[in-house]
């Protein structure tokens, strides 16, 4: 597969410190990753749940192949996470315009009649918001979040790709998840 | 939550914090931050808050990013996009059929060279990690290599250029098997001989490890020619050296499966084997025979499940003389059934019909159908053997069942597997109803066989959390072993056999295995009456025991009676304030509180804890207990303001006597939470159950009941409160708990 060698060479000169392979990589995994969304919302409604984290890895095996090391297998997963969460966010925001006819919030999430999936659209909205808030005071942590919640990268991975210890990536996960919470509550 | 402005340099003040009182109790949190903050109220606030989240342990947010990806699939149905498509070597005509894992197409070969007709399944679009897809390989293999004339063989298999797996088959020209019966008007003995035909083919892919999991009409077709074809292994599952289907794919399986087809073993997500199989020939057979189903499983799925777990099936030979109403028929899909169609429909009259199934077939279809799949037949063989026995007018192993069994008791020991299998919130709040908590106190050592008795008790006593925080999950058997050998090998020493024969009732008891522990309780009693004389303590003691397991199972008439007796006994032996007389008395208020009898049940909770007030130490515990148990039924009488005071008299001692890490504090702190809320004061009420989290994680474990019930409790009140957000993931919330055998050692209510 010809993607694959390309993405498997962008990861690699990535890793060696060419900066400019992300720039080439980061559409390709975003494209992907868009494509494998709409399939799932075109085709039928299956019985099982969806994961975001599912796409993520169905994306790498379509565009990396199987063959490629843990390390740049860490940092696609940490390009695809963060492209998951601009689709999503991307879609919620579309949504939300499509059932509201203009975006017109209710009073509240719960309001009699609102459509749970405006409620998910909205939660989705307000996770981003605050992830965005936490991104200007602590911006490590707000990646690992994002890297966890929309990429379901493991410690070891995170701190990979975010060339740090695994102990800083538990340690900013529980406490940026306990932020998020505190926030969202 | 509203978050303080916050800075980098405040932020980072927060990190430190946080690091520092992450790991510790709430207690030991509170003291912390109040010398580490200083004045400073709000960052102390803000760290108590952010630790209460950290406890929370909610999934909004995967619930959110889930949610919202799954919403968003909209509900397509877009199979006649493949009509007319190629798939491999095949060109598809139309769909045939539909099932929990694809949709069934009839294809032809598309090259013309042969003309070949074949079924291809279409697995439904799935995200397929590589592991699941190298399952899907090597299983797709071994299908393959079944080889069996009343097996539809698998062809081939592949991915569509779009990724969906599929699978291409052997296509069967043929009907259901139950039509084909009703169709061609076939005898009890014709439909016999095709269900053991049914039989051997099910047995030859046991024998080559593969459990089918889906059997059920439609996957059984019959040709022209009569031969029967089993189809379908979409969810059939290798098993392995332990006779078990793999894990991983089983709950998928059990997710999928055909709800009024569904072995409760499958429906309680435990083992699936070879018996899961039989239980599903046996609705076959069922519905073969009398054209109804065995269970009627409703759409809700509590009663779906309570009525595939616990629901004894009608015998064959009474059921045939029912009529469906239309209504029930319309719910199952199927055509109204009357006795007189029935019995036409296997060339018979209904007279004839009923003498037909009684006996025998009665017996051989409610083994096959027994709720516990040890006590199935053995294998599919030994099945089908006892219908050629019974053919061949021969004995058959089949024999009713006796009342013992059919008490529902495989539901109950595993309810708690019911609650988390279909979420059955109702069903884990109910572990809540209030458990009372023996205070037996065991007569005073006298002689050497006691210690003997003592160090046995030791051993047995291990399951009960109380000693031992923890169970480990082979002390059942344990228990059952002990039993035995109690019962085979002590009968010459009958104190001693009667004093373990209690022990092993209490622990039945705390497992909540009321019945073994009824049954032992009784034995014991009636040994000590025999050996020591209607008036000995021992005896009064027993009595007391028995009483407690008898109002868990609601025999309140006689538990009355044997409190009562034992009460006026221990009066008379140790006096009218002896303790012995205050574990009755507690034993009475908790009757009297389950039959709502508030008054008297207030009365004897206070007798008792005015006999333990002058106990000393040593009944701190009891006193404790006693308190508590009053607490609830103030609780119920509305008295809350005295609920709260004994309450927290409650908790004060088992802080003081027992320690922070108790069992019993757990059970309180929620308690006192409750009460908080019933009073209305919900901010308390939030605190105190953050604190009951976070002991409960701490002393009963992630996996305790408890812990379900809380985080509910949790749920609901940040939902009165307006933390709307958060209400819709409470039943999320509730999927890290799943009560574990220590979930029914409940030693007082969490909720009163």
Redesign the interface.
């Known amino acids: 597969m010809a993607a694959a060698r390309a993405v498997t060479e962008l990861l690699e000169n990535w890793r060696s410190g060419d900066k400019g392979a992300l720039d080439e990589l980061t559409p390709l995994v975003y494209e992907e990753l868009r494509r494998l ?1 709409r ?14 984290t ?2 993520v ?2 994306a790498f ?1 379509r565009l990396a192949g ?1 063959d490629v090391q843990w390390a740049d297998r860490a940092h696609f997963y940490a390009v695809a996470a963060r492209s998951m969460r601009r689709i ?1 966010i991307d ?2 925001k579309a ?1 939300r315009r499509d059932k509201r006819g203009g975006g017109v919030r209710p009073a ?3 309001e009699a009649g609102v459509a ?2 405006l ?3 909205d ?2 909205l ?2 981003d918001e605050a992830l965005a808030r936490l991104a200007e ?2 911006p490590r942590k707000s990646d690992v979040l994002v890297l966890h ?2 990429g379901g990268m493991t410690y070891d991975e995170t701190a990979e790709a975010l060339g740090v210890s695994t102990a800083t990536v538990h ?1 900013d996960l ?2 940026g ?9 | 939550m509203n978050s303080p402005e916050l800075n980098r340099e405040r932020w980072a003040r927060v990190e430190h914090l946080f690091d520092e009182v992450a790991e510790m109790s709430p207690t030991g949190r509170a003291a912390y931050l109040a010398s580490a903050c200083g004045n400073d109220l709000e960052l102390r606030e803000y760290i108590e808050s952010l630790a209460r989240s950290d406890i929370a342990k909610n999934t909004i947010i995967e619930d959110s990013i889930r949610g919202l990806l799954e919403l968003a699939v909209p509900d397509l149905r877009s199979n006649s996009d493949v009509i007319g498509e190629r798939i491999g070597p095949y060109r598809v005509v139309r769909a045939i059929g539909s099932g929990g894992m694809g949709v069934v197409y009839l294809a032809e070969r598309a090259d013309e060279q042969f003309r070949q007709q074949v079924a291809i399944k279409l697995v439904r679009q799935r995200l397929i990690d590589p592991e699941i897809e190298q399952r899907l390989v090597s299983e797709r293999q071994i299908l393959a290599n079944l080889d069996h004339p009343n097996i539809a063989r698998l062809f081939d298999g592949g991915t569509t250029t779009d990724g969906t797996p599929y699978l291409v088959m052997e296509y069967i020209d043929g009907l259901p098997i139950d039509d084909y019966c009703d169709g061609r008007r076939l005898s009890i003995h014709e439909r016999l001989a095709l269900f053991r035909t049914i039989c051997s083919a099910v047995h030859y892919a046991h024998q080559n490890l593969v459990v089918h999991r889906d059997i059920k009409p439609t996957n059984i077709l019959v040709t022209e020619d009569g031969t029967p074809k089993l189809l379908d292994f979409g969810i059939a599952k290798l098993l392995d050296a332990g006779g078990a289907a793999t894990d991983g794919l089983t709950r998928d399986g059990a997710v999928m499966l055909t709800p009024e087809n569904a072995a409760p073993e499958q429906v309680l997500n435990g083992r699936i084997t070879t018996a899961t199989d039989t239980y599903a020939l046996g609705i076959l057979l069922y519905r073969l025979l009398t054209g109804h189903r065995p269970c009627q499983v409703g759409s809700n799925p509590r009663e779906m499940a309570l009525a595939i777990c616990e629901q004894i099936p009608e015998r064959a030979s009474a059921v045939v003389t029912r009529r469906t109403d239309t209504s029930d028929s319309q719910a199952s899909g199927d055509a109204p059934m009357t006795p007189e169609l029935i019995s036409r429909y296997r060339s018979t009259t209904l007279e004839k019909l009923v003498r037909r199934l009684k006996g025998d077939l009665d017996n051989i279809v409610q083994v096959a159908l027994r709720k516990e799949p040890a006590r199935r037949y053995r294998s599919v063989n030994e099945f089908s053997e006892d219908i050629r026995m019974h053919l061949a007018s021969l004995p058959v192993l089949a024999r009713p069942d006796s009342w013992h069994y059919r008490s529902g008791k495989f539901v109950r020991r595993h309810v708690a597997g019911v609650a988390m299998s279909s979420m059955l919130v109702a069903l884990l709040a109910a572990f809540g109803v209030a458990m009372v908590v023996q205070n037996k106190r065991i007569v005073q050592e006298r002689d050497t066989a006691k210690e003997v008795s003592t160090f046995l008790e030791e051993i047995f006593m291990a399951p009960d959390p109380g000693n031992a925080r923890g169970l480990d999950i082979t002390a059942k058997e344990i228990l059952a072993k002990g039993a035995d050998r109690i019962s085979d090998q002590l009968g010459d020493r009958p104190v001693i056999q009667a004093t373990l024969m209690g022990t092993i009732g209490r622990v039945y008891f705390n497992l909540g295995e009321y019945e073994p522990s009824i049954a032992m309780l009784e034995e014991s009693l009636r040994i000590r009456r025999q050996a020591l004389g209607e008036q000995h303590p021992d005896v009064a003691a027993g009595k007391n025991e028995l009483a407690v397991s008898l109002i868990r199972t609601a025999d309140f008439e006689r538990a009355r009676q044997l409190l009562e007796e034992a009460l006026a006994q221990n009066r008379r032996e140790y006096g009218e304030s002896s303790t012995e007389a205050a574990a009755n008395l507690y034993n009475l208020a908790a009757l009297h509180q389950a039959t709502g009898e508030l008054d008297e049940a207030e009365r004897f909770a206070g007798s008792s804890i005015a006999i333990y007030a002058q106990g000393g130490d040593r009944y701190a515990a009891d006193l404790a207990e006693a308190k508590n148990a009053l607490a609830r039924i103030l609780h119920d009488k509305n008295d809350l303001d005295g609920a709260e005071t004994l309450e927290r008299e409650a908790i004060a001692l088992v802080k003081t006597h027992l320690g922070e890490d108790h069992p019993f504090m757990a059970y309180y702190l929620q308690n006192l939470a409750v009460v908080l809320q019933t009073k209305g004061d919900i901010d308390a009420a939030e605190a105190m159950l953050y604190e009951s989290i976070a002991a409960t994680r701490k002393v009963l474990g992630e996996e305790h009941s408890l812990l379900g019930g809380s985080l509910v409790r949790l749920g609901t009140l940040l939902h009165n409160k307006g933390n709307s957000i958060l209400l819709r993931r409470r039943f999320a919330m509730l999927l890290p708990c799943t009560p574990g055998p220590g979930a029914r050692s409940i030693r007082s209510s969490p909720t009163i």
């Not at chain 1, 399939?39 to 975001?52: F, K, P």
């Open positions: 969304a399939r799932y919302m075109r085709s039928e409604r299956a019985g099982h749940t969806l994961q975001a599912g796409l890895n169905e095996i199987m999503l879609h919620a949504w509240t999430l719960h749970g999936q409620a998910a659209a939660d989705l307000a996770i005071i602590d919640f929309f340690r529980r406490l998840r306990a932020w998020l919470l505190n926030e969202l509550a």
